[in-house]
């Protein structure tokens, strides 16, 4: 198989501004000609290795950043937006895509946020009674869409916020407990923390902060992180939202709560600590639980956004889905990426793990790009905490590209070599060109298709 060239201009002319260097002095540190670096930024010709070799010499870049990104979330998001009906004579092909997404990645975000105005208009008009009732109907993203981008296009890992959660669990690079910790600031500002039966997970009033003994510890302890960023880390979460220039107060309110939680998260599971302990119980997920004090979702979140620059971890995908299959929680740091509208592919065990509740389960899956993962699904049901409490119903899906499998518990046992245990899975329907899907919703974008009345398979119609 051919190697793929690495086209990487965006990136690389990133890494030359923020070193505040000419072109003329950045290519003379790399020792390629100045045209020749033009034509690299330019994506007219591939980084070539000399160029790789020196940016991690000179400047310590960690190479992997160059291949990765946002520009196979880029493509994966617009073709999915391109397999709406309204494109199906004029979709661009794949390579067009990638093109764009490499050279013009703020064009393709201003398509795709188009189109989200355009879906959301269409939506609203199907159900005018409602909208002609509503005096806010406008084709801004909902709130919820504008936070879930910001943090999908992050890599869900924020920097800032990592780093400071870091320094506050491992105080002079030491680990310590947290959640103690936490308590004792919250304490001595005046805040005491206390314990209710009480259906709220959380209830801050002035003086005190009132955790629900209905919740499980790994959650109260995550709530008690979550006050403590709200309280203590104010300043540092209200530059980060300054930055994301969200267009909405909603927006901007619901992204504080998850650069709260993503700070509550990142000190119960600090970065180096945690990654440390990652590698050393090969990716156990209940082991890691268990001596952290966390769920086993938070662990298998926090997995995900191992991506920081120069010691990242493993790169996993983490998906939370509920009963109807609807994906609640999203990312990706491997090349699979999930569909940005709808469920997840019913071929995936997450949807298998509500009937096996307790229980890991474990698959090999290869999607229509010849890429091979181990995937895990678990369910997580969180009771309410009394009789008449509703019980929240996920599953959550953890896996990695198939290169990493060995360095996972998980592994142990499978024949990773055989390629018949690998089941086929995809993204969405529409962009999935398997021919031969027995659970095949509507037909693939880029295929054509023949219909013969005389005869019936699997579906009405056969992908050509």
């Known amino acids: 198989m051919a190697t793929r ?10 890494t030359r501004t923020r070193l505040g260097l000419t072109q003329k002095a950045f290519a003379q540190k790399l020792g390629v000609s100045l045209p020749y670096l033009n034509q690299m930024e330019n994506n007219h010709r591939p980084v070539s290795a000399a160029v790789v070799l020196a940016l991690a010499g000179e400047f310590g870049l960690d190479v992997t950043e160059l291949s990765t990104g946002d520009a196979e979330r880029i493509v994966t998001d617009m073709r999915e937006v391109l397999a709406d009906p309204v494109f199906a004579e004029i979709a661009p092909p794949l390579a067009d895509l ?33 909208a002609l009732g509503r005096e806010d109907a406008s ?28 320094r506050f669990a491992t105080p002079d690079g030491k680990p310590s407990d947290p959640v103690a910790r936490a308590v004792d600031l919250l304490r001595a500002r005046g805040i005491a923390v206390d314990f209710a039966d009480s259906a709220a997970l959380r209830e801050a009033t002035e003086g005190r902060l009132t955790l629900s003994t209905r919740a499980a510890a790994p959650t109260q302890r995550f709530q008690i992180l979550h006050q403590l960023a ?11 939202l300054d930055l994301a220039r969200f267009q909405t107060e909603a927006a901007r309110s619901i992204a504080k709560i998850g650069l709260a939680n993503y700070f509550a998260g990142a000190a119960l ?56 299959g609807t994906i609640t929680k999203r ?35 290869e999607t229509p790009d010849g890429v091979r993962y181990l995937c895990l699904a678990r369910d997580i049901s969180k009771p309410g905490g009394s009789f008449n409490a509703p019980v929240r119903r ?28 690998y089941e086929p899975i995809g993204i969405s329907c529409r962009i999935c060109e398997r021919r031969g899907c027995h659970q095949r919703s509507v037909p693939p974008l880029e295929r054509r298709l023949r219909v013969d009345p005389s005869r019936r398979g699997l579906l009405p119609y056969e992908v050509e």
């Open 269 to 324: 599971l600090p970065y180096r600590t945690f990654l440390e302990a990652a590698g050393e119980t090969r990716h156990d997920l209940e082991r890691l639980a268990d001596r952290f004090g966390a769920s086993i979702e938070q662990v298998a979140h926090r997995l995900s956004t191992l991506q920081r620059p120069g010691l990242k971890g493993i790169p996993f995908f983490f998906v939370r889905v509920d009963q109807a």
């Open 394 to 421: 996920f599953a959550i899906g953890l896996g990695c590209e198939i290169s990493h499998a060995r360095d996972l518990v998980y592994a142990d046992d499978l024949d990773l070599s055989n390629a018949r245990a």
């Open 139 to 166: 084709t801004l993203a909902s709130p919820w869409e504008e936070v879930r981008d910001f943090f999908h296009y992050c890599d869900n890992y924020i920097d800032a916020v990592d780093h400071a959660a870091e």
């Open 5 to 14: 060239k690495l086209y990487a201009g965006v990136k690389l002319r990133e």
């Open 98 to 130: 990638r093109l764009t997404a490499s050279n013009a990645p703020a064009f393709a975000r201003a398509f795709l946020e188009l189109h989200r105005a355009y879906r959301q208009t269409h939506e609203r008009l199907a159900s005018l009674d409602e």
């Open 331 to 365: 990312h990706s740091a491997t090349r699979l990426q999930f569909a940005r509208f709808g469920g997840a592919c019913p071929l995936w065990n997450v949807h298998q793990a509500f009937e096996t509740p307790g229980r890991f389960l474990r698959q090999l899956a």
């Open 230 to 240: 709200l309280v203590t880390q104010d300043d540092l979460l209200e530059a980060t």
